[in-house]
């Protein structure tokens, strides 16, 4: 009896989970085509077509137009080594299909709650891992060279032997 009813809660918030994410979908496509192009001009570093939209939620605009907002996860890379995620929080009207400047997002209602709630998913990290590993590359080859030429370099029986063999130098 007991196994059922465990079996029983656990389909309940299987089906309960999957339910909510079905009926969330927003078509966010338009969205990330525009904040791609916006992003464009104003960040020299952005990489192209790396936006990516979470967490959105749809608003009621003063006249009535749909306005989605969300987290836009963006991806700046710098001297194709310094790779930057940044993750912030863009407006898009799908009426007049622009991106909303903060100001103009404020007069919505709900959009201040909305960001209040998501203010702490705002963050940038940095990917260290390339640059550390060039960075160990430039210890690593110079190195591996001392390594192999080195020894050789003060041994004169590696390259002297020929020459005393061939001049048959009598001591």
Same mark, same amino acid.
């Given at each position: 009896?007991?196994?059922?009813?465990?079996?029983?809660? /656990?389909?309940?918030?299987? $089906?309960?989970?999957?339910?909510?994410?079905?009926? $969330?979908?927003?078509? @966010?496509?338009?969205?990330?085509? +525009?904040?791609?192009?916006?992003?464009?001009?104003?960040?020299?570093?952005?990489?192209?077509?790396?936006?990516?939209?979470?967490?959105?939620? !749809?608003? @009621?605009? %003063?006249?009535?137009?749909? *306005?989605?907002?969300?987290?836009?996860?963006? %991806? /700046?890379?710098?001297?194709?080594?310094? *790779? !930057?995620?940044?993750?912030?929080?863009?407006?898009?009207? @799908? %009426?007049? &299909?622009?991106?909303?400047? #903060?100001?103009? +997002? $404020?007069?919505?209602?709900?959009? &201040?709650?909305?960001?209040?709630?998501?203010?702490? #998913?705002?963050?940038?990290?940095?990917?260290?891992?390339?640059?550390?590993?060039?960075?160990?590359?430039?210890?690593?080859?110079?190195?591996?060279?001392?390594? *192999?030429?080195?020894?050789?370099?003060?041994? /004169?029986?590696?390259?002297?032997?020929?020459?005393?063999?061939? #001049?048959? #130098?009598?001591?």
């Amino acid at each position: 009896m007991w196994q059922k009813s465990l079996a029983f809660v /656990t389909a309940l918030f299987l $089906a309960l989970s999957i339910g909510q994410s079905v009926f $969330a979908a927003i078509d @966010t496509s338009a969205m990330e085509k +525009a904040l791609d192009e916006e992003l464009k001009s104003s960040h020299y570093d952005y990489k192209k077509g790396s936006v990516e939209i979470e967490d959105p939620k !749809t608003f @009621t605009g %003063e006249k009535g137009e749909e *306005i989605i907002g969300g987290i836009a996860v963006i %991806e /700046t890379v710098r001297d194709g080594i310094f *790779i !930057t995620i940044k993750r912030e929080i863009h407006f898009y009207n @799908t %009426e007049s &299909k622009e991106m909303l400047t #903060n100001a103009d +997002a $404020a007069k919505v209602d709900g959009v &201040k709650e909305y960001i209040d709630k998501n203010s702490n #998913n705002l963050h940038q990290k940095v990917v260290y891992w390339l640059p550390v590993l060039l960075m160990l590359l430039l210890i690593a080859v110079p190195a591996i060279v001392l390594y *192999i030429v080195v020894p050789r370099l003060y041994s /004169t029986s590696e390259y002297m032997n020929p020459i005393y063999e061939r #001049n048959d #130098n009598p001591r």
